[in-house]
T-cell receptor, first 113, second 110 residues
């Protein structure tokens, strides 16, 4: 069963704390993504990873970093979280190639107080 | 940078109606086009894709693409309450970066 798993589903942090969002996929997909979704703004790409240790900034990378040490696992790190990073974060994966479908995880709702 | 716009922002239709959703894009080099559907509180899920000008039908759903007009659309025949969701269009120019529209919120009333 093709699946993208995100942990945790809900997270509340205080401003200045570090945040780790984790994503796993069981499809051996090469390419993985981190998006954030905000009302009225749609899905915005934070980072894209083409394979292990091959990461590229998306449209809104400021304040975020990523780590991909295994093909099936992709982490998003917020060092010293800010209130404007309150959002729903989605991880996605694809086989690689622009004609491939994205498979999304269920999302992490992050609140930074 | 790609600019993807969707219209309308929201739509309320009665059960059984034909529904049309629109998406325009700015980059004429765009090659790949999708519609994703996101039920409330859930993950977006791919609905349909099209890669060449024309029309593609899958069940109650039809997608039209006109690259010259920088426009594609999704048509839903015999809309059902279960079709109520946020519909997101996505465009890819060939570099694996998918640009999404802000979405159209569809409500189908029984």
């Amino acid at each position: 069963d093709m699946k993208v798993t995100q942990m945790p589903r809900y997270l509340i942090k205080r401003m200045g704390e570090n945040v780790l969002l984790e994503c796993g996929q069981d499809m051996s997909h090469e390419t993985m993504y981190w998006y954030r979704q905000d009302p009225g703004l749609g899905l915005q790409l934070i980072y894209i990873s083409y394979d292990v240790d091959s990461n590229s900034e998306g449209d809104i990378p400021k304040g975020y970093r990523v780590s991909r040490k295994k093909r099936e696992h992709f982490s998003l790190i917020l060092d010293s979280a800010k209130t404007n990073q309150t959002s729903v974060y989605f991880c996605a994966s694809s086989l690689g190639g622009s004609a491939e479908t994205l498979y999304f995880g269920s999302g992490t709702r992050l609140t930074v107080l | 940078q790609q600019n993807v716009q969707q219209s309308p922002e929201s739509l309320i239709v009665p059960e059984g109606a034909r529904t049309s959703l629109n998406c325009t894009f700015s980059d004429s080099a765009s090659q790949y086009f999708w519609w994703y559907r996101q039920h409330s509180g859930k993950a977006p899920k791919a609905l349909m894709s099209i890669f060449s000008n024309g029309e593609k039908e899958e069940g109650r759903f039809t997608i039209h693409l006109n690259k010259a007009s920088l426009h594609f659309s999704l048509h839903i025949r015999d809309s059902q309450p279960s079709d109520s969701a946020l519909y997101l269009c996505a465009v890819n120019t060939g570099y694996q970066n998918f640009y999404f529209g802000k979405g159209t919120s569809l409500t189908v009333i029984p």
